[in-house]
């Protein structure tokens, strides 16, 4: 099966005062029709760098490198207004906090019927009929009376319904959530969680749904790719991955994540810190947390390697 | 006073040293004042952050204070300390206990609460100004080393700024300046939660190692109960301002007596696609279009075993055995 959205060798590089950054090395990516795609890092792995390159969000002084081929077309090459014409009608996105991506001078009413007003060719009334549809679709309460609310008279949980349901007004096809219940209270996160996924399913989405939370992707991803330090680290369907995970970081991450919810006995982490990305890798990016590493990952950096459906960059597996 | 306190052994009251009582708080509560926003309007209202909170904090012991954003978590810690007044109630500090000096609190973000523009060394020396005694240079660095080592930091890096280091680093450099001073008691707001996943346990662990050392009394708070049960003797957890449930923590984790500790618990999500699975949400309530009376119990609004008692009046805390307590009608068996 063609994949809906696919990624070649992305690298992208900061020019920074202090010298060149090296934030994502290049990475692949397939994104299938239908499914969600989790993409699991610690701070500084490169998983939103990735994210924004996919649909060339990245600032001034980021390098990037590579093809995103969506529909038969290299969007890295597409012109600002193709581009934006993406964003608006067929990849959308939803942030991590709500507060900073919505407008606090306006109400919600406005921002939700603004992309259909600009690009959706739709009166006023409506676009607002639409919007406050989709406001019961995302389970808001008297969305007749809410829509005109500031977004500061939003709980947190309420404002990221309102970007869910402005990202999904415009019918598209591919869904990023970056991190989208990291703000959230933990009842608050499981109704979100619930919602999106009953959402995705209804819409038929295809989601990359990014997170740093190893227990998350568990009820939420088909596929997983797990990223460190800017290269992935292992590819898998979410079963291979809990069950069987084969990279020494997605075992020690696992153990942790495991450890955090009450499943070991033992609080459970990762020796030492990940590495600064200031420098190009020449060895494994792992090497000096790995508890398993061997003489060659030093100064040979392993590439992805897949053994069916699993790929891992790991000189364990040859 | 002794600055080169050795680790504190309870040598002759080794039993006891467990049930001595440090804090003891007695059916405090705390409100503030809301700005009025018309300018006749001479009735004063007020948000009431803590309500009735009674809790008892004994040395050597961890409490765990849980609750979700808005619950009064912070609120009780800073109150704690003073920095808050009470409304009502009262809290006892023990004797020994002077809370400027013998209480310490690292923060949630530690890079927020470094101040940038000093170096490692300065920021880890700088509580010792402010008490009585100073102290000459050459047992301060020695202090200063101890210190470092003790939280596993490098004694070479003492002249780098908070921004070369990790996050994780930087929690324990915020931990190392909350130690220096030789606290009783150290607040923990939220230390690991901006912390990644893979080094949260290394600062767990670190603060129980100095725990053990120096016989410190830990309060620790958190917004989800996921790192509480490996670092907690006991627990309480906090909706809108109130205790709702309180108690021995193992006993809280397996048989959770409130609907809302209960939920926080299925609430977490679990690394286990299978699990995950199986999971059956809870319906929603929606308590919006609920009118919950201003009396009524503060979580009937969401709660799903919600009787018509819960509407007419505020539970009192009961004890389901010497180990638990819970503020509801209903506790679930």
Redesign the interface.
């Known amino acids: 099966m063609q994949p809906i959205l696919a990624a070649r060798n992305i690298s992208v590089r900061f020019n920074t005062t202090k010298g060149i950054v090296y934030a994502v090395n290049e990475v692949d990516l397939e994104l299938n029709k239908g499914e969600v795609l989790g993409i699991v890092g610690?701070?500084g792995s490169g998983k939103t760098q990735l994210m924004h390159s996919l649909i060339k969000l990245l600032p001034e002084n980021a390098v990037l490198s590579g093809q995103v081929i969506y529909e038969g077309q290299n969007i890295l090459a597409a012109s600002a207004a193709q581009i934006n014409t993406i964003r608006s009608n067929d990849i959308a996105m939803i942030f991590q906090d709500p507060m900073s991506c919505l407008n606090p001078y306006l109400k919600i009413s406005a921002q939700l019927t603004e992309a259909m007003l600009v690009n959706g060719g739709l009166s006023k009334t409506e676009a607002m009929q639409q919007a406050i549809a989709m406001l019961e679709k995302v389970?808001i309460?008297?969305a007749a009376l809410r829509i005109h609310s500031y977004p500061y008279q939003l709980s947190?949980g309420m404002r990221q319904r309102v970007m869910l349901a402005m990202a999904l007004l415009r019918n598209p096809k591919i869904l990023i959530a970056d991190e989208p219940t990291t703000a959230l209270?933990?009842?608050?996160?499981?109704?979100i969680?619930?919602l999106l996924k009953q959402l995705t399913a209804e819409y038929g989405l295809s989601v990359l749904f990014i997170t740093?939370?190893?227990?998350?992707?568990?009820?939420q991803c088909d596929r997983v790719m797990v990223m460190y330090a800017g290269n992935v680290v292992e590819k898998a369907s979410?079963?291979d991955l809990?069950?069987q995970p084969k990279h020494p970081y997605t075992q020690?991450?696992?153990a942790?994540?495991?450890?955090?919810?009450?499943?070991s006995d033992k609080?459970?982490?990762?020796?030492g810190?990940?590495p600064a990305n200031n420098k190009r890798q020449t060895g494994c990016p792992f090497y000096a947390r790995c508890n398993q590493r061997i003489d060659l990952c030093e100064q040979n950096k392993p590439v992805l390697r897949s053994n069916g459906s699993q790929s891992q960059a790991c000189h364990l597996y040859g | 006073m002794d600055h080169n306190r050795k680790p504190v052994i309870f040598m002759d009251n080794m039993l006891t040293a467990k049930d001595r009582i440090l804090i003891q708080v007695d059916r405090m509560s705390v409100s503030f004042p809301i700005p009025s926003t018309k300018l006749f309007y001479l009735k004063k209202q007020f948000f009431n952050a803590l309500s009735d909170v009674s809790l008892e904090i004994r040395q050597g012991c961890t409490l765990g204070i849980v609750g979700e954003s808005g619950s009064g978590k912070t609120t009780l810690a800073r109150t704690l300390v003073g920095l808050i007044k009470t409304s009502a109630g009262n809290i006892k500090v023990a004797d020994n206990i002077i809370p400027t000096r013998d209480i310490q609190f690292v923060f949630q973000d530690p890079l927020a609460a470094l101040n940038p523009r000093l170096t490692v060394e300065q920021l880890i020396l700088e509580p010792l100004d402010y008490q009585q005694a100073k102290i000459d240079v050459q047992l301060s660095q020695q202090k200063l080393k101890q210190i470092m080592q003790q939280v596993g930091l490098d004694y070479s890096q003492r002249q780098r700024y908070a921004h070369e280091f990790s996050g994780g680093q930087c929690q324990r450099i915020g931990i190392a300046r909350a130690m220096i001073t030789n606290p009783k008691i150290l607040i923990c707001d939220e230390p690991v939660s901006a912390l990644d996943v893979s080094v949260r346990a290394q600062v767990i662990n670190l603060l129980k190692d100095l725990q053990s050392l120096y016989g410190l009394t830990l309060i620790f708070i958190a917004h989800d109960l996921s790192l509480v049960r490996y670092i907690s003797d006991d627990i309480i957890v906090l909706y809108q301002g109130r205790v709702v449930e309180q108690g021995d923590t193992a006993r809280v984790f397996s048989h959770p007596g409130h609907p809302y500790t209960k939920a926080l618990i299925v609430a977490e999500p679990r690394p286990d696609p299978e699990f995950e699975r199986q999971r059956e949400y809870a319906p929603r309530q929606s308590h919006k279009e609920l009118k919950i009376p201003e009396l009524a119990c503060a979580y009937a609004g969401r709660c799903q075993y919600r009787q018509s008692r819960c509407m007419q009046a505020q539970p009192e805390r009961i004890a389901l055995s010497n180990k638990q307590n819970v503020a509801c009608f209903y506790p679930l068996k």
């Open positions: 610690e701070s389970q309460s008297d947190g209270d933990v009842t608050v996160q499981a109704e969680l619930q740093h939370d190893l227990s998350i992707v568990a009820g979410v079963d809990f069950y020690g991450l696992l942790s994540a495991k450890s955090q919810s009450g499943m609080l459970v982490s990762i020796a810190q990940a």
